[in-house]
């Protein structure tokens, strides 16, 4: 039978339409708009393909009995595509109910939670809440521990994306903690654990909103959020270009791309990128950008622990996960944060089939009563325990130096690498020279005629004997001494080959947070 256009059915299921579709109201749809906003809608609209949005539960209710509730309950749902790439996708409506989260918002959120996990594929939240409906009480913390168990029953399986753009306060804000990546939009996005009031409460410190919790903050000093947007078309711009890397779950290979860049190109450059002078630093990023394909480099917690650099790029084609050190910042050497973000980079690329390619230059851990006290042994260790458990290929490229336990922990060929290089400007040594010298050779030196020269003469020695590439490369250590400029071919001829291997041991299906 069909059914006329005038239909009451078809007028009823418009009206319900909508009703959805208007959200809070023109009203507060303008109020959003004012602070640089956009809606729920207007959001997935902008960052999935055009037309490929289907909405779910638009007529969600959290109290049916309430003749004034407004259906989907301040969170919009659904599946759609990005790249032509199926993904799900919710996102909270500030204009319906300040987008507070009731324990019908949390189960619209968790059923498409499910969804993805099911069918293997990402999930994106475009977080902008008030909190928990406090109107409901246990039951919009009943919602949001149900959301929480579903970021942690994902975790290591599907790609999860936050996108901050508003606040996420209290609980809410570890949901997006458990989650792989932050994108945090400047100016419009807040995250914390509590609000200024209780701090002052608590801990006598006045600090408003800003200071607690503002984009910046998250990107640069707690290491919490992975992006900073300039606005929200470029938070949802970084969301599409992330995801471009990524694969849809964790037994499908990453995306690649027809090369755009000659796989037998080389970079002269670096042949004299190394200072001669140890202590002289250079920029890894260099090395990075010469090496990878033009403009493929996607660098991740770029503002956070810049003594390490973390990062998506492409070789031959081929998405890859970058490791490297970053010789213009505290040396390069190792503290507490870099050793999370470095841990916590490898643990990703292993659960989602990146391969890893590490540059390393390694003078050291950071050394300090601040950092023994606060655990960098501990922290450390979870860069080992990553890089031992990954099951990808890993290719390792020693630039400088590489000293102690520092070397070790970077990707070496003792905690698995599968291929290991060295420039010709490696040291590989237990110690650096002068240290080692004033250690080895102390005798010597308090009974020389002229203890500065005798140092000089020592330590050139130490150096010619063992910190050079050679010593190692004897030893099997390294695989081999390679021409900086040549670097680019060598790897992704290395890579073609690795990514033809079997691992015997089984892919693991962990989560990605620190060990």
Known sequence: MTISEDNPRLTELRTWQARAQEGGGPQRVEQQHAKGKLTARERIAALLDFGSFQELQPFTLAHPEDMYAIPGDGVVTGYGTIDGRAVCVYAQ???????????????????VQELALRNGVPIIGLLDSGGARIQEGVAALQGYGEIFRQNALASGVIPQISVMLGPCAGGASYSPALTDFIIMADQTSLMYITGPDVVKSVTKEEIDHQGLGVAPIHTSVSGVAHFLATDED????????????????????????????????????LNTLVPEAPNEPYDMRTVIHSVMDTDSFF????????????????????????????????AGAIDINASDKISRFVRFCDAFNLPLITFADSPGFLPGVGQEHGGIIRHGAKIIYAYVEATVPQISVVTRKGYGGA????????????????????????????????????????AAADPDAARAQLIDEYRTRYANPYYSAERGIL????EPAQTRPILINALRTLREQVRHVPPKKHGVMPA
């Open 234 to 269: 470029n938070a949802l711009a970084t969301t599409r270009r992330l995801l471009s890397y990524l694969p849809s779950n964790n037994v499908e290979d990453a995306p690649a791309l027809p090369p755009t860049d000659d796989p037998r190109r080389t970079a002269p450059a």
């Open 93 to 111: 409506d500030f204009t319906v109910y300040g987008g507070s989260v009731s324990l019908a918002h949390a189960r619209k959120i968790t059923q």
């Open 407 to 446: 070397y070790i922990v970077m990707g070496s060929k003792s905690l698995g690498a599968d291929l290991h290089f060295g420039w010709p400007s490696a040291e590989m040594a237990v110690m650096g020279p002068d240290a080692a010298v004033n250690v080895v050779n102390r005798r010597e030196l308090e």
């Open 479 to 482: 695989d081999n001494v390679i």
């Open 299 to 330: 660098e991740v917690q770029a503002d956070w622990a810049q003594n390490a650099l973390v990062g998506f790029a492409r070789l031959g084609g081929k998405a890859v996960g970058v490791v490297a050190q970053q010789p213009l910042m505290m």
